[in-house]
């Protein structure tokens, strides 16, 4: 007998929508696998029951899949690799806290450069807004470290434990031999896969070269081994065990994303009107004259759903976009002969999902927004100053000197190569006045380091004219003779001389 036709001429209550209602709360109860009690079937309570339940996600294969599959094989191949590569001899990827400078892909940022990060953070902005708005939570379903970590987690538990059915049964299961065995096999690998996932985030901060070698010699700092702690749990305890949890109840993106959907946006939906009435039939039944929909109820797209929703209740926030309910619907029509997209991405503007979505002006321009976004972060990043230079006049001790007949002031001139090609330069200023460069005026920074050269500014007495002068110190590379060339960084600093020296 079908279960679910008869359970839904077991519901009790009268009114068509109740029943329905405790159709799919035991619809989806069932597909976790939780074995039925009257009280269910009578329809009390059933919400405490499935509140409570550990979800059995079903693995699935499909289009949706295949594509979450290849991002997050990118994504995690990325993460786990990057620390390890070195450009030009330096780090790929390093936040070096400790020198308070950062090298990314060649280019090293200091914390002058904490302008770039906003312009990171808007960028980021734009392009999660404007993918929300064209396609709802594709972020959520296919490359949020939530997601990509859970799907890990997931896989090693099917490899260790079976899939679904499986587990169900192993965990129904009393403690053995054999249950202990593939239980410790699963944790031990998802502490590995954690121990893994800290050691590569710290990483990023710590050069994982030298955190290895400090953990084999139990030398690492004690911030690095809070943080490797703080990764190891937080991946153990996020992705192993609260999951969908997270983006249920911790993460605020969901609770605040349905603000950024239009009419137009596209998320993943079932057709109630092709869908409906559902029930289980033969592939030869006859749907017109049961009165059939397409759903077949087979429960599927609610076991295979990560976070647990029936789609078929209607668009829901715990929703992530995953596709994975339409890769498994997909499978179902085509084993019954019936068209595919039961369940698919579409908007509200457009249930058949017909339209061509690059047939709307409005995400014409939200591309050519994110477009320009990422063009003007590209020019911002290409063209910033790859040398900078920082002038402070000595004001330790007193203002100015006097020395051979003239006025000196003392300047502490610190150079910092962010990336120049260069690493030899040559100090000099300019000024409407005959001022004059006193000490070493060449220096030798290396790329991605700063270096300071202590000089005197000196004017004869005569030709002091005002209290205070502007001066430009100008840095151009050690070989360039020539003073018509623009200087590749400069600075304006102030000369300070005697009142009463201007009023003889
Ligand atoms: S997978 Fe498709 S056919 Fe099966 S219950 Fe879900 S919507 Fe109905
Ligand atoms: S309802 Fe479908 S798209 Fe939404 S989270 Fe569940 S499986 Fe993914």
Not at 253 to 276: I, K, P
Not at 310 to 327: A, S, T, V
Request: proline share 3%.
């Amino acid at each position: 007998m079908s279960e679910k036709i008869s359970l839904l001429n077991l519901s009790p209550s009268p009114a068509k929508g109740l029943a329905i209602d405790n159709n799919l709360d035991l619809t989806r109860k069932k597909a976790r696998g939780a074995t039925l009690s009257k009280t269910d079937l009578a329809g009390n309570s059933l919400s405490s029951v499935i509140n409570s339940g550990k979800i059995y996600t079903k693995r699935a294969s499909g289009y949706f899949q295949r594509l979450r599959r290849s991002i997050s094989y990118l994504l995690l191949t990325l993460f786990f690799v990057m620390p390890w590569l070195e450009i030009a001899g330096k780090p790929a990827v390093l936040f070096d806290l400790a020198a308070q400078k950062f090298h990314i892909l060649g280019m090293t940022f200091w914390p002058q450069d904490a302008i770039f990060l906003v312009y990171l953070l808007v960028l980021s902005c734009i392009l999660l807004v404007a993918a929300t708005l064209i396609i709802g939570r594709v972020w959520c379903g296919f490359s949020c470290p939530q997601t990509i970590w859970t799907f890990l987690f997931i896989w090693v538990e099917n490899k260790c434990e079976g899939d679904r059915n499986q587990r169900i049964k192993l965990d129904k299961q009393r403690w053995s031999h054999a249950k202990v065995l593939r239980k410790s096999i699963k944790h031990s690998l998802w502490i590995l896969l954690s121990l893994a996932t800290a050691y590569s985030f710290v990483g990023y901060f710590y050069p994982i070269k030298a955190l290895l070698i400090d953990t084999y010699n139990m030398q690492v700092h004690y911030l690095g081994v809070f943080w490797l702690i703080f990764f190891v749990l937080g991946t153990y305890i996020n992705a192993g065990w609260l999951r969908e949890q997270v983006c249920l109840h911790m993460c605020p993106y969901a609770r605040f994303q349905a603000v950024m959907y239009s009419e137009d946006t596209l998320v993943v939906t079932y057709d109630s009107q092709r869908g409906e009435h559902r029930g289980h039939r033969k592939a030869s039944t006859d749907l017109k004259a049961t009165g059939l929909g397409d759903c077949v109820d087979c429960s599927l797209c609610v076991q295979v759903c990560p976070v647990d929703i029936d789609i078929r209740d209607g668009m829901q926030y715990p929703c992530i976009d995953c596709g994975l309910c339409i890769d498994v619907c997909d499978t179902v029509m085509d084993k019954m002969g019936y068209a595919s997209g039961l369940i698919r991405f579409s908007s509200a503007n457009d249930p058949g999902g017909k339209r061509s979505l690059f047939s709307l002006p409005k995400i014409h321009w939200l591309i050519a927004l994110s477009l320009s976004a990422i063009l003007a972060f590209g020019y911002s990043l290409q063209a910033r100053d790859t040398l900078s230079i920082d002038v402070i006049r000595d004001r330790s001790g007193i203002l100015y000197r006097h020395r051979d007949g003239g006025i000196e002031n003392t300047y502490q001139v610190k150079i910092n190569n962010k990336g120049s090609e260069l690493e030899s330069f040559r100090l000099g200023i300019i000024a409407e006045a005959p001022f004059q460069l006193r000490g070493n005026h060449n220096i030798y920074v290396e790329i991605g380091k700063v270096d300071t050269l202590i000089v005197r500014v000196w004017i004869a007495q005569q030709d002091i004219n005002q209290y205070q002068s502007d001066i430009r110190f100008v840095v151009r590379p050690a070989n360039q003779t020539s003073g018509d060339e623009a200087p590749i960084a400069e600075q304006i600093s102030s000369f300070i001389a005697p009142v009463n020296k201007l009023n003889k």
